[in-house]
């Protein structure tokens, strides 16, 4: 697990010589919602935390990738994507999402429950589709349909998942993004055992002063939960976090 994330981060690193831009952004977040349960756990609720949340980012003609690191009070939580995309047409491309995450609890962050540390590592590799159009030059929207492999997730080792996701600029000043996600384990031909489910939601004020400086708010809220299906044995995973952000972003 290192060594895949030494090559990501070394992926991040190299790509910027092709971008044509790279931001760097630094806001104080809040996280009202910090809430993780399952069969080891007894309904661990964090208490609400200010804290630091950091990011890079940069866009090309074929890859977009970001970096963010979050801290507030003691929970930690770092991601890495990485977006290769081919353009088949003006509307429609050929993509693929590599996505890392980790985050911590330590079990002194909330002294109303007791638990040990949860740590967790999460690796998704999706390939797709996407459409992009413009409506009314009001709207710049992007919709996609990814299907893929997940190595890791948590304690689930070698599942598949399938992704909708939908993102949508309005007047360049507000973004919107929405996805679901489902994870499975196969259990024979084209049949298999639904694990969990995670829906994604967020939305992003943005206001440029210059071609350099944009301030932003931003609020971003997942879950997770459980499918039951066919399940062959009780899997518990229930876990959902909420950030509210406001800061800076400079852009080369």
């Known amino acids: 697990m290192r060594k895949s994330i030494v090559y990501l981060v070394l992926a991040l690193l190299v790509f910027p010589v092709t971008a044509q831009e790279f931001s760097v952004s630094q806001g104080v977040s809040y996280v009202p919602i910090l809430q993780y349960i399952n069969a080891d756990y007894s309904t661990p609720v964090s208490d609400p935390a200010f804290g630091s949340n950091t990011s890079i980012a940069f866009?090309?003609?074929y890859v977009e990738a970001s970096a963010s690191f979050l801290?507030?009070?003691?929970?930690?939580?770092?991601?890495?994507?990485?977006?290769?995309?081919?353009?088949?047409?003006?509307h429609l491309a050929l993509i693929s999402e590599?996505?890392?995450?980790?985050?911590?609890?330590?079990?002194?962050?909330s002294p109303r429950?007791?638990?040990?540390?949860?740590?967790?590592?999460?690796?998704?590799?999706?390939?797709?589709?996407?459409?992009?159009?413009?409506?009314?030059?009001?709207v710049d929207f992007k919709?996609?349909?990814?299907?893929?492999?997940?190595?890791?997730y948590k304690d689930f080792r070698n599942i598949s998942s399938v992704?909708?996701?939908?993102?949508?600029?309005?007047?360049?000043?507000?973004?919107?993004?929405?996805?679901?996600?489902?994870?499975?384990?196969?259990?024979?031909?084209?049949?298999?055992?639904?694990?969990?489910v995670k829906n994604s939601y967020g939305i992003n004020l943005h206001y440029a002063f210059n071609e350099h400086f944009t301030v932003f708010g931003d609020w971003q809220y997942y879950c997770a939960h459980?499918?039951?299906?066919?399940?062959?044995?009780?899997?518990?995973?229930?876990?959902?976090?909420?950030v509210v952000t406001i800061g800076v972003t400079y852009t080369f």
């Open 143 to 152: 919709v996609s349909a990814l299907a893929g492999y997940t190595p890791i």
């Open 226 to 242: 459980p499918e039951k299906a066919w399940h062959f044995k009780n899997t518990i995973y229930n876990k959902a976090v909420g």
């Open 113 to 138: 429950h007791t638990y040990t540390n949860i740590s967790e590592h999460d690796v998704v590799l999706n390939f797709g589709i996407e459409l992009n159009e413009n409506l009314f030059d009001i």
């Open 59 to 61: 866009d090309s003609k």
């Open 71 to 90: 801290y507030a009070g003691n929970y930690r939580d770092a991601k890495v994507f990485v977006k290769p995309q081919y353009a088949l047409t003006d």
């Open 163 to 196: 992704k909708f996701n939908f993102e949508a600029d309005i007047y360049k000043y507000v973004s919107v993004y929405f996805s679901i996600e489902s994870f499975q384990t196969p259990i024979g031909f084209a049949n298999f055992n639904v694990l969990f």
């Open 98 to 109: 590599l996505s890392y995450e980790y985050s911590f609890i330590p079990s002194e962050h």
